[in-house]
């Protein structure tokens, strides 16, 4: 295995223990939001906006996938993973669509704050579709609120993270350069 590769694979290993140690953690804290049952901070998506910024799609992917499993059976059950499935896919999908406008369009903050928004509408669809109705999604307002506000705090800690911590920024920074260089051979071709 080549050297690059096999950092590659520590860097995702431990970004996926990281998400899962978070996430697990978050299940302690006591539920902040006695308005919205249900609602809570997402740092674990914390990782997910790291893994976007310094791995490729599907690295990206593959380490949410792991993230959402492993949290699971180690203490989830069956249900809470299909919210959280819902809720990671359509975050994860929105903010890479959303991440193609450029950073002179949107920021980090931004493309969390659209995360945290489009979390809680992919957990409120797979709501609908179990309980049988759409009524569920009238709950929408007041978790996209505390979405966009979670959403927010998150993208800042994750600019901090990559403003502050060197070994991020460099990986930030070639994973940019290596996509303008795809893009270069792309477009020669």
Same mark, same amino acid.
């Given at each position: 295995?080549?050297?690059?590769a096999?950092?590659?694979? /520590?860097?995702?290993?431990?970004?996926?223990?990281?998400?899962?140690?978070?996430?697990?953690?978050?299940?302690?804290?006591?539920?902040?939001?006695?308005?919205?049952?249900?609602?809570?901070?997402?740092?674990?998506?914390l990782?997910?906006?790291?893994? /976007?910024?310094?791995?490729? &799609?599907?690295?990206? &992917?593959?380490?949410?996938?792991?993230?959402?499993?492993?949290?699971?059976?180690?203490?989830?059950?069956?249900?809470?993973?299909?919210?959280?499935?819902?809720?990671?896919?359509?975050?994860f &999908?929105?903010?890479?669509?959303?991440?193609?406008?450029?950073?002179?369009?949107?920021?980090?903050?931004?493309?969390?704050?659209a995360g945290?928004?489009?979390?809680?509408?992919?957990?409120?669809?797979?709501?609908?579709?179990?309980?049988?109705?759409?009524?569920?999604?009238?709950?929408?307002?007041?978790?996209?609120? /505390?979405?966009?506000?979670?959403?927010?705090?998150?993208?800042?800690?994750?600019?901090?993270?990559?403003?502050?911590?060197?070994?991020?920024?460099?990986?930030?920074?070639?994973?940019?350069?290596?996509?303008?260089?795809?893009r270069?051979?792309?477009?020669?071709?």
């Amino acid at each position: 295995m080549r050297d690059d590769a096999l950092k590659k694979y /520590i860097y995702i290993a431990l970004l996926v223990a990281q998400g899962v140690i978070i996430g697990l953690l978050e299940r302690m804290i006591p539920f902040p939001f006695a308005f919205a049952p249900g609602a809570k901070l997402g740092l674990a998506n914390l990782i997910t906006i790291v893994a /976007i910024f310094t791995l490729d &799609f599907k690295d990206a &992917f593959t380490l949410t996938w792991m993230r959402l499993i492993i949290t699971m059976l180690l203490g989830g059950t069956v249900s809470t993973f299909m919210y959280s499935l819902g809720g990671a896919m359509l975050s994860f &999908f929105g903010m890479i669509l959303i991440k193609q406008l450029g950073e002179k369009r949107v920021s980090i903050i931004g493309i969390s704050a659209a995360g945290g928004v489009l979390h809680n509408v992919g957990q409120l669809v797979i709501a609908s579709l179990i309980a049988h109705s759409w009524s569920v999604l009238l709950y929408l307002p007041i978790l996209s609120w /505390i979405g966009l506000a979670a959403g927010i705090a998150i993208g800042i800690a994750a600019n901090y993270l990559f403003q502050h911590v060197d070994v991020l920024n460099k990986l930030k920074l070639s994973f940019k350069t290596e996509q303008i260089k795809k893009r270069k051979l792309k477009h020669a071709r």
